[in-house]
């Protein structure tokens, strides 16, 4: 059974910086584009980065040049490193494993706390 866990998730001052990992065991990562995403309270979760299984990413405009997502296939784990962070940041954080060949197969982690705030 596929799991992804979530960490490095805090509170942080504004500008600065946090790097989350996301761990997914019982499956073959390789074969799974990976996400980043992220939801306040009464908001829908958004798409803040993808790491595709051929290495190509794309990133949400809010976070463009600020975020960073990659992807390590001998370790099974995804990071995202955040700088220069803003209060608007401020989410609760969801790594996603999306099966690339079928995307309707798509599982989460149980979410990491991000507080950006002085």
């Known amino acids: 059974q596929i799991q992804l866990v979530e960490s490095g998730g805090g509170l942080v001052q504004p500008g600065g910086s946090l790097a989350l990992s996301c761990a997914v065991s019982?499956?073959?990562?390789?074969?799974?584009?990976m996400g980043w995403y992220r939801q306040t309270p009464g908001a829908q979760r958004e798409l803040v980065a993808i790491v595709k299984v051929t290495n190509s990413t794309n990133y949400a405009a809010t976070v463009k040049g600020r975020f960073t997502i990659s992807r390590d296939n001998a370790k099974n784990t995804v990071y995202l490193q955040m700088n220069s962070l803003k209060p608007e940041d401020t989410a609760v954080y969801y790594c996603?494993?999306?099966?690339?060949?079928?995307?309707?197969?798509?599982?989460w982690g149980q979410g990491t706390q991000v507080t950006v705030s002085s």
């Open positions: 996603n494993a999306q099966l690339a060949i079928d995307r309707r197969l798509s599982y």
């Open positions: 019982g499956t073959n990562f390789r074969i799974y584009n």
